[in-house]
């Protein structure tokens, strides 16, 4: 069975630009959280979907967006890029929301800000 | 909120068993998460403790003190392949997303 497919594995933009991340879930989960993770940190919390709704905010700024499809793929974007925000962008699916339930994560997409 | 912390690095050689720390400050609690992460790779889950004591899968135990927040995970016969950084991540019962919160992760090194 396929795994949480990311993609582009790699991306180089420059400040002011915007950006578009795509994730597949594991077929049959229907929920997909959005992490960022900076060298030498755990991933940050971004975004949770579940069943196409927003069910979760981190600590972001607007220009993070996100949503689900009815397939329940789902994209992040951001807008006018930041040098800061060069990070791995990791998506990650669960059946449900249950706290037991483990997060199954994609290999992320390697976002550099030039 | 959310925070927890771990050592940033421990090192010991193949054959042995280490164990990993991790200890928790959080407004509620839905369980403690262990991952694995290889450079350059996806987090991958290890273990889940919602309740006090040992959880064991093969070579990896997990532990669990809801009244100390603490936990740890053991990893026996230490192997190569077990060079990774190794994450403790809690629930945020707040809210309807129930996401992760992560520690900043303890690079194991495995020397032969």
């Known amino acids: 069975d396929a795994g949480v497919t990311q993609s582009p594995t790699h991306l180089i933009k420059t400040r002011g630009q915007h950006v578009t991340l795509r994730c597949s879930p594991i077929?049959?989960?229907?929920?997909v959280s959005w992490y960022q993770q900076v060298l030498g940190q755990g991933p940050q919390f971004i975004f949770q979907?579940?069943?196409?709704?927003?069910?979760g905010r981190g600590n972001f700024p607007d220009r993070f967006s996100a949503r689900q499809f009815p397939n329940y793929s789902s994209e992040l974007n951001v807008n006018a890029l930041l040098l800061g925000d060069s990070a791995l962008y990791l998506c990650?699916?669960?059946?449900?929301?249950?706290?037991?339930?483990?997060?199954?994560f994609g290999d992320g997409t390697r976002l550099s800000i030039l | 909120g959310q925070s927890l912390e771990q050592p940033s690095e421990v090192t010991a050689v193949e054959g042995a068993i280490v164990q990993i720390n991790c200890t928790y400050q959080?407004?509620?609690?839905?369980?403690l998460s262990w991952y694995q992460q290889h450079d350059g790779g996806a987090p991958t889950f290890l273990s889940y403790?919602?309740?006090?004591g040992l959880e064991e899968t093969g070579r990896f135990s997990s532990f669990l003190s809801r009244s100390d927040s603490y936990g740890y995970l053991l990893l026996q016969e230490l192997q190569m392949k077990d060079s990774a950084s190794y994450f403790c991540?809690?629930?945020?019962?707040?809210?309807?997303?129930?996401?992760?919160?992560f520690g900043s992760g303890t690079q194991l090194t495995v020397l032969p």
């Open positions: 990650a699916s669960s059946p449900g929301q249950g706290a037991n339930q483990p997060q199954h």
């Open positions: 077929s049959g989960h229907k929920s």
């Open positions: 979907y579940y069943e196409k709704e927003e069910r």
């Open positions: 959080t407004s509620g609690f839905y369980g």
């Open positions: 403790n919602a309740l006090d």
């Open positions: 991540a809690v629930r945020d019962p707040t809210g309807s997303a129930r996401q992760l919160t």
